[in-house]
């Protein structure tokens, strides 16, 4: 029963986003009911272009920071980073889910991902990343899963599925606090996915392409 009310969260998640193209970092909270921040959209409290944060109560629990971070102010379009920082308070307990995802990445050819999770916690924390070759915010093909992290405090590197995608697709991040009574969690999640030599590639790719221009002009220039 707890699987399934978890995976119909995780549904839940896609469906105002199926269908978007936009390479824009957007949080979702969930705590009886949802709450959406785009990047620079209402409610985000933070003015940075590619960072989102939200501030709030949402059902029992009180967000001081919610932050969302993402491409250009971290990694690449073909290495790219998602990062989530969290800082939740309840007085009466229960479970939040935090959800930051953006869009637009690639190409990234055969590369694993990683994921760098730590922080506090009175109850548990568990961490999902998953990836999407449709593009779409949200999407719930999962590439790796950290936890249940007990506290009072918790780090862990975990590394997960490749990714072998020209591009574009979605990344998107997880957090579900689980707390038994009153208090505090607090942390940040990181996703990367390392430069797998891509950029190596399509710099070789380029050269190439170049060298044989050149040669093609040379070869035009010789009479016969």
Same mark, same amino acid.
């Given at each position: 029963?707890?699987? %399934?009310?978890? @995976?119909?969260?995780?549904?839940? *998640?896609?469906?105002?986003?199926?269908?978007?193209?936009? *390479?824009?970092?957007?949080?979702?909270?969930?705590?009886?009911?949802?709450?959406?921040? *785009?990047?620079? %959209?209402?409610?985000? +409290?933070?003015? +940075?272009? %590619?960072?989102?944060?939200?501030?709030?109560?949402?059902?029992?629990?009180?967000?001081?920071?919610?932050?969302?971070?993402?491409?250009?102010?971290?990694?690449?379009?073909?290495?790219?980073?998602?990062?989530?920082?969290?800082?939740?308070?309840?007085?009466?307990?229960?479970?939040?889910?935090? =959800?930051?995802?953006?869009?637009?990445? &690639?190409?990234?050819?055969?590369?694993?991902? /990683? *994921?760098?999770?730590?922080?506090?916690?009175?109850?548990?924390?568990? =961490?999902?990343?998953?990836?999407?070759?449709?593009?779409?915010?949200?999407?719930?093909?999962?590439?790796?899963?950290?936890?249940?992290?007990?506290?009072?405090?918790?780090?862990?590197?975990? +590394?997960?599925?490749?990714?072998?995608?020209?591009?574009? @697709?979605?990344?998107?991040?997880?957090?579900?606090?689980?707390?038994?009574?009153?208090?505090?969690?607090?942390?940040?999640?990181? /996703?990367?996915?390392?430069?797998?030599?891509?950029? +190596? /590639? /399509?710099?070789?790719?380029?050269?190439?392409?170049?060298?044989?221009?050149?040669?093609?002009?040379?070869? &035009?220039?010789?009479?016969?």
């Amino acid at each position: 029963m707890k699987n %399934s009310l978890k @995976y119909a969260l995780l549904l839940c *998640a896609i469906a105002p986003f199926v269908g978007s193209v936009n *390479a824009t970092p957007t949080l979702k909270m969930w705590s009886g009911s949802w709450m959406t921040v *785009a990047d620079n %959209s209402v409610g985000d +409290a933070n003015p +940075a272009t %590619s960072q989102v944060t939200w501030i709030g109560s949402l059902g029992n629990w009180n967000l001081n920071v919610d932050t969302g971070t993402s491409f250009p102010v971290i990694g690449t379009l073909d290495s790219p980073q998602l990062d989530l920082s969290f800082d939740a308070t309840t007085s009466t307990g229960g479970t939040l889910w935090i =959800y930051l995802s953006d869009n637009g990445f &690639g190409p990234t050819f055969n590369v694993s991902t /990683l *994921a760098n999770i730590g922080g506090t916690t009175g109850g548990t924390v568990s =961490y999902w990343a998953f990836g999407g070759a449709s593009n779409n915010l949200f999407d719930t093909t999962q590439l790796l899963f950290a936890g249940p992290f007990n506290g009072p405090s918790f780090s862990a590197d975990v +590394a997960g599925a490749a990714i072998n995608n020209a591009g574009p @697709y979605s990344l998107t991040e997880v957090i579900e606090i689980t707390q038994p009574g009153a208090g505090t969690s607090s942390g940040d999640a990181m /996703l990367s996915v390392p430069d797998g030599g891509t950029t +190596a /590639l /399509l710099l070789g790719a380029g050269l190439l392409g170049l060298g044989v221009v050149a040669s093609k002009r040379k070869l &035009g220039s010789i009479r016969i």
